[in-house]
């Protein structure tokens, strides 16, 4: 299967082992002064090494790879004691990773194992503003003094920061937005967002867009989106954002409805339309 896993630079790669020890799940080991990656059922896919290392040689990308495995993880790291899986079980808590977190616990149960305590505030994270977070709000959330209530239900929200990982994209109706979209649309938040989760991205301006690409294959393919709605401006280097969103599709091999939002540049809605 396809899915997103670290992929080391060796020329980069001086051997310090700090991504090693960044990594609780054991997925990685130092050998012949190199780090490697040894398990992909234990590399779970998410990055936490990344910010270990020093010289920049750990990305993530999307390849095939072996289905990570929760319980084959656990069976890894518990012979390495208690602390390695607290740091463990920290990581899927910091992440968002309820589905995972909820099998390893289960296993843990199964095994009688304690459970050590994990959700004390981490010092750890590499960037604490990019940590997965689900606030889906019920309808009797506070509104704020002008009766409006966000509807925004995670974050982060920017494409290079997301895991597609994040059981919030499960099954999810997906609104891909280019950056100008909501400064433009007087009603963005209370019209097109609620029952949408978001990501925004700009075709024009961001680097890296081969990333962006492979998470929105990511979030078709193995988190099965259910629908992904595009919204972007009327402005032509925006139609980046439709091609590649059509691109991942034709590339993920599986048939997801996208539907097209163009937005004028005075915030009115130029067009709308399944395409």
Request: glycine share 8%; proline share 7%.
């Amino acid at each position: 299967m396809e899915r997103q896993i670290i992929r080391i630079d060796e020329e980069r790669c001086d051997g310090c082992g700090l991504c090693v020890q960044g990594c609780p799940e054991g997925a990685l080991q130092l050998i012949d002064g190199k780090a490697r990656l040894v398990s992909e059922i234990t590399c779970d896919g998410l990055g936490a090494c990344i910010g270990d290392c020093p010289q920049g040689a750990i990305t993530v990308e999307t390849r095939e790879a072996a289905p990570y495995d929760e319980r084959a993880t656990v069976d890894n790291i518990l012979p390495l004691g208690a602390n390695t899986l607290k740091a463990h079980l920290k990581h899927l808590h910091e992440h968002g990773q309820t589905t995972y977190l909820d099998q390893a616990i289960a296993y843990l149960q199964e095994l009688n194992v304690s459970i050590p305590p994990y959700k004390e505030p981490s010092m750890h994270h590499a960037c604490p503003g990019s940590a997965p977070r689900d606030f889906s709000r019920p309808a009797a959330d506070p509104v704020d003094r002008d009766g409006l209530q966000s509807q925004l239900t995670q974050w982060p929200v920017q494409l290079h920061l997301i895991s597609p990982m994040n059981p919030v994209f499960q099954g999810a109706d997906l609104l891909l937005a280019a950056d100008c979209c909501a400064f433009s649309l007087p009603d963005f938040n209370q019209r097109w967002l609620p029952g949408k989760k978001l990501a925004i991205a700009c075709p024009k301006l961001d680097r890296d867009q081969e990333i962006y690409m492979d998470k929105l294959v990511a979030l078709i393919a193995e988190a099965q989106i259910n629908t992904l709605t595009v919204m972007i401006m009327e402005v032509p280097c925006c139609g980046g954002l439709l091609r590649m969103a059509q691109a991942a599709v034709e590339r993920a091999g599986r048939k997801v409805p996208i539907k097209v939002i163009v937005v004028g540049v005075q915030g009115d809605v130029k067009q709308e339309a399944w395409v």
